[in-house]
T-cell receptor, first 117, second 115 residues
Framework: DQQVKQNSPSLSVQEGRISILNCDYTNSMFDYFLWYKKYPAEGPTFLISISSIKDKNEDGRFTVFLNKSAKHLSLHIVPSQPGDSAVYFC????????????????FGKGTKLTVNP | GAVVSQHPSRVICKSGTSVKIECRSL??????MFWYRQFPKQSLMLMATSNEGSKATYEQGVEKDKFLINHASLTLSTLTVTSAHPEDSSFYIC???????????FGQGTRLTVV
């Protein structure tokens, strides 16, 4: 059961243009969402997060938008730079209602972004 | 961001032996740690969530007796792959989080190869 979906396996944009990475989710119990950037054979690096009670969060060139009614979030990178080329993962956090209320942090399959000079 | 150190980065072991992977938060106290496994060209699959001083919560399909997780202190969690088999070969990644509502920081990952 894929609770977090990134339907585009890859995206290619020109340097200086906007990159828009999309993510859909199915579990309405997720309470916050995160975006990570990952290079091969390394652990993911945190980029930006958003609480489920907000609809936008901005940090420099990165902005995340959340549409709860559509269960959709997106990461905007503007302007895109060649160094942004990596795999981007969308992640969602929830508290388990059973099992002592422990947490889950689940990931989408990732979108490989290539920014061309 | 905060630093999470995972060790070793690479390990090759013989089939039937056990391997321990350590995950340390270096500059914060990690009340929660997550362990993931990543297959080639696939997403990070959550294996288990551990809280300091309590038993880990495993995802469905993950064998508790095979993947032993210990979170004995606020800065250290370990994953032990017991009686490893070639199909356990994978990239294992830990992440650590200080408090709820904050981001989780990841270790560098461990490439396990069982021969």
């Amino acid at each position: 059961d894929q609770q977090v979906k990134q339907n585009s396996p890859s995206l290619s944009v020109q340097e200086g243009r906007i990159s828009i990475l999309n993510c859909d989710y199915t579990n309405s119990m997720f309470d916050y969402f995160l975006w990570y950037k990952k290079y091969p054979a390394e652990g993911p690096t945190f980029l930006i997060s958003i609480s489920s009670i907000k609809d936008k969060n901005e940090d420099g060139r990165f902005t995340v938008f959340l549409n709860k009614s559509a269960k959709h979030l997106s990461l905007h990178i503007v302007p895109s730079q060649p160094g942004d080329s990596a795999v981007y993962f969308c992640a969602a956090h929830s508290i388990r209602l059973t099992q002592g209320g422990s947490e889950k942090l689940v990931f989408g399959k990732g979108t490989k972004l290539t920014v061309n000079p | 961001g905060a630093v999470v150190s995972q060790h070793p980065s690479r390990v090759i072991c013989k089939s039937g032996t056990s391997v321990k992977i350590e995950c340390r938060s270096l500059d914060f106290q990690a009340t929660t740690m997550f362990w993931y496994r990543q297959f080639p060209k696939q997403s990070l699959m959550l294996m288990a969530t551990s809280n300091e001083g309590s038993k880990a919560t495993y995802e469905q399909g993950v064998e508790k007796d095979k993947f032993l997780i210990n979170h004995a202190s606020l800065t250290l969690s370990t994953l032990t792959v017991t009686s490893a088999h070639p199909e356990d070969s994978s990239f294992y990644i830990c992440s650590a989080r200080q408090t709820r509502g904050t981001e989780a920081f990841f270790g560098q990952g461990t490439r396990l190869t069982v021969v």
